[in-house]
């Protein structure tokens, strides 16, 4: 399973949104070199205010650019960056990833996959009615999230627009995605 990089973005004070970037670098155990949810404990604020001492599973935001044409069509204008990612994708299938997936980014850069972006209500306060079109439920009544998926970085470099993508799965059963 492969794709490539459409944009990256970061952002070194809170903020919902990040401005693109020409490069980001990953630092191994951290996360994005300046950004304000680096660091090897979490620093989203709800979950600083729980446990500031939980291990940071929410390093680097990946979120797939096919998301932005759904919501699209349904009259949103969502672009890169707009819900806080640090890395855009294109043909790769990020939510159907298992927690333990390693993405190898570029020539240097390998992030492992922790889990899903728990959608929040920030993201109506970006666009009103945009949550219900990235959270809802399936057939059976799951709920199903669709804002992208978290990682930490295993091996750091450099990433840009244009750099490929490989999913490289685990060994073992596959563990499907749950919230972080």
Request: glycine content about 12%; proline content about 6%; charged content about 20%.
């Amino acid at each position: 399973m492969s794709g490539r990089v459409t944009a990256v973005s970061s952002n070194g004070a809170y903020s919902f949104t990040k401005p693109n970037r020409e490069s980001i670098t990953l630092l191994a155990g951290l996360g994005v070199e300046g950004d304000v949810h680096a660091g090897v404990t979490v620093k989203h604020r709800s979950r600083v205010a729980q446990d500031p001492t939980q291990p940071n599973l929410r390093q680097v935001h990946l979120i797939q650019e096919e998301l932005f044409a759904e919501v699209g069509a349904e009259g949103f204008k969502v672009a890169p960056g707009d819900l806080g990612e640090n890395i855009t994708t294109h043909g790769i299938d990020l939510l159907g990833l298992p927690v333990g997936a390693l993405l190898r980014i570029g020539d240097e850069a390998v992030l492992e996959v922790t889990g899903l972006r728990n959608p929040c209500l920030q993201i109506d306060n970006f666009q009103e009615g945009l949550l219900k079109q990235v959270i809802g439920r399936d057939e059976a009544g799951n709920v199903v999230r669709r804002a992208g998926i978290m990682s930490i970085v295993r091996r750091g470099g450099t990433v840009r627009p244009g750099d490929t993508i490989t999913a490289e799965l685990p060994s073992g059963p596959h563990r499907p995605l749950e919230r972080v």
